[in-house]
């Protein structure tokens, strides 16, 4: 490897692992954000919330890449131009294109390793990191009685404690515990004075200690003479424990998987479904063809007047061919020789099997556009894996050129013109990618139109700033721009 290739990549690869580790770190903190509701509150073991944070932080890593190319590479040609670097090296015969070249091979294998990393890697952290996710998501709050608050988290039982105290908060007072098991109400409530409460070694019960308390149970008697001569049942007691069921909180297996999607899948994978889906898809198709052809079956009209009015067919014995036999039978106005009863009865009839049959062809009809948009979302996701990894290419000679025309180094330009970059980028993608959703476009196609978009402009902007074009001088459009800087300063200086 000669010096120029060392210098460069020594130049690239640090502000590279920084943006690039920054940036999976912010996206991680979008998605934390997203679900914390979630996570907090749940009395989930740190290591489950560890592990989860590590599943979601690799799915960030292909969306990282592309970014963090571009800002590395637009800030290693805008410092090498700030400082005069490119043009030494230009006059030293050294065109930008010999310059990216270590650049180009070095990108080219991250973005051959982000590829693999797509496609292996992270169907497995989004099966793990979704069922993981679910299942905490799922899970009851802790358990967390708060003074002074009624709390209901344990199945059937709402309980309120006045104060907490002690070494660990497990002494109570005033407590008031109402107990529904029955369904049936407030028909039970029970109160003390003080209170101590545990969790048995097996974490199955709640044990509630209670000192000095009475409960009341209000009778559910039948007669209405019970329920006056008795209204409730009352009793007093120095000490009582009431042990609460607490097998809900129970965090089980939080790891256990319940099914794949889309994007749970690899490449291989995800031909097989779409496959799978397709087979599924014209069998269903032929079916609903059969039973459209059986509803449309166009029968003797004969024979129809005949099941409406209550008449024989005209051939209703024959069993040659009625069909036509029916047609030569039939005037030229079925209509005329009907009664103004039977004429309305027979219209009435015709206008509700239209309305059924319509109904039933538009409802095919969304069933058949459904089924194409599930197979699209897989289409869909088999060729993202391949376009991210591309996105790492058009990042690169993007940011490489806009490196060398604007000419400034660190993390002020760079960032703003990146970042800009890269939502121009984002949002073009998102929304052709609807439209292939919506199976508007090709799903294929919806997919890599934005690289067809991106592709000529890099390669323009790359081949303009190795031939110094006027056209991509920062200096020219700042000449360009000149004018409305000195209307401006005129204007500011006229007011004074």
Not at 294 to 318: D, I, P
Not at 446 to 459: G, N, Q, Y
């Amino acid at each position: 490897m000669k010096i120029i290739d060392r210098y460069i990549l020594k130049l690239y690869l640090r502000p590279f692992i920084i943006v690039f580790v920054v940036m999976v770190l912010f996206l991680l903190m979008q998605w934390v954000w997203k679900y914390i509701d979630d996570l907090v509150g749940k009395g989930v073991e740190w290591y489950y919330i560890a592990e989860l944070l590590v599943y979601f932080a690799a799915q960030m890593v292909p969306q990282a890449i592309p970014l963090s190319v571009l800002l590395a590479s637009l800030m290693v040609f805008g410092d090498m131009g700030e400082h005069m670097e490119l043009a030494a090296m230009k006059s030293a015969g050294i065109s930008l294109f010999r310059m990216m070249r270590p650049l180009f091979f070095t990108v080219l294998l991250t973005a051959g390793v982000s590829f693999l990393f797509n496609n292996y890697v992270i169907p497995v952290t989004n099966l793990k990191g979704e069922t993981l996710l679910r299942n905490i998501a799922s899970k009851k709050p802790a358990l967390n009685i708060k003074p002074g608050v009624f709390y209901g988290g344990i199945e059937g039982f709402n309980i309120k404690v006045g104060e907490k105290y002690g070494e660990d908060k497990n002494k109570l007072r005033n407590i008031l515990i109402y107990d529904h098991t029955d369904r049936l109400g407030n028909i039970k409530v029970t109160t003390a004075r003080e209170g101590e409460m545990r969790v048995t070694p097996d974490k199955q019960y709640l044990e509630i200690t209670l000192y000095n308390g009475s409960t009341y149970e209000e009778i559910q008697a039948r007669k209405r003479s019970d329920i006056e001569r008795r209204p409730f049942a009352r009793s007093t007691f120095e000490k009582s424990i009431m042990r609460l069921d607490l097998s809900s909180f129970e965090s089980g297996d939080l790891r256990k998987q319940s099914g794949k999607d889309f994007t749970m899948l690899n490449v291989a994978q995800l031909d097989v479904a779409a496959d799978s889906i397709k087979t599924v898809f014209e069998k269903r198709i032929s079916e609903l063809n059969a039973m459209m052809i059986e509803r449309f079956e166009l029968h003797n009209e004969n024979a129809v007047l005949g099941t409406q009015l209550g008449v024989n067919s005209a051939s209703g014995n024959s069993e040659t061919d009625t069909t036509q036999k029916a047609q030569d039978s039939i005037s030229a106005d079925m209509l005329a020789g009907l009664t103004p009863e039977q004429r309305s009865l027979v219209l009435e009839n015709a206008l509700r099997l239209a309305r059924s049959h319509k109904s039933y062809y538009d409802q095919a009809k969304l069933e058949f556009y459904w089924w194409r948009k599930v197979i699209a979302r897989y289409y869909i996701e088999k060729h993202k894996k391949f376009a991210l990894s591309y996105l790492a290419l058009i990042m690169f000679f993007i940011g490489a050129a806009l490196g060398a025309i604007i000419r400034k180094g660190g993390l002020g330009m760079p960032v703003v013109v990146s970042v800009l970059t890269f939502i121009i980028y984002h949002v073009t993608s998102f929304t052709i990618e609807k439209l292939g959703r919506e199976i508007v476009l090709q799903p294929w196609f919806s997919i890599w139109l934005p690289s067809m978009i991106f592709t000529p402009i890099a390669l323009f902007l790359v081949y303009k700033s190795a031939t110094d074009s006027a056209l991509m001088q920062w200096e020219a459009w700042q000449r360009l721009l000149s004018p409305f800087k000195i209307f401006t300063f005129k204007k500011a200086k006229s007011a004074q």
